[in-house]
């Protein structure tokens, strides 16, 4: 319920605020490591998505980097999954 709310906010600013040149996006990141991860903690969450390990904290803020840039102004109101890949998911 909670990530629905988010994707919703996010929409509806994007809707508000895309007319005034502002984007808004939204990062689901999913597990992610830091300075806090495990080896064990690691291999376990990395062997639930497609890329076998789970994303590193510097992916997520190069993901934002990128997504700050005037260049990504097509992407707006939209919830970015970045969460190494769900098997059999198909978000759209």
Do not use: C
């Amino acid at each position: 319920m909670r990530n629905a709310a988010v994707s919703s906010v996010t929409k509806n600013l994007a809707d508000e605020l895309g007319p005034k040149g502002i984007n808004v996006v939204a990062i689901h990141p999913g597990a992610t490591r830091t300075e806090k991860t495990d080896d064990a903690q690691a291999a376990k969450l990395g062997a639930s998505v497609t890329i076998g390990r789970i994303v590193d904290a510097s992916e997520i803020a190069w993901l934002v980097t990128v997504l700050a840039s005037p260049k990504t102004v097509a992407i707006n109101g939209e919830t970015i999954q970045a969460g190494g890949g769900a098997f059999g998911t198909i978000d759209y």
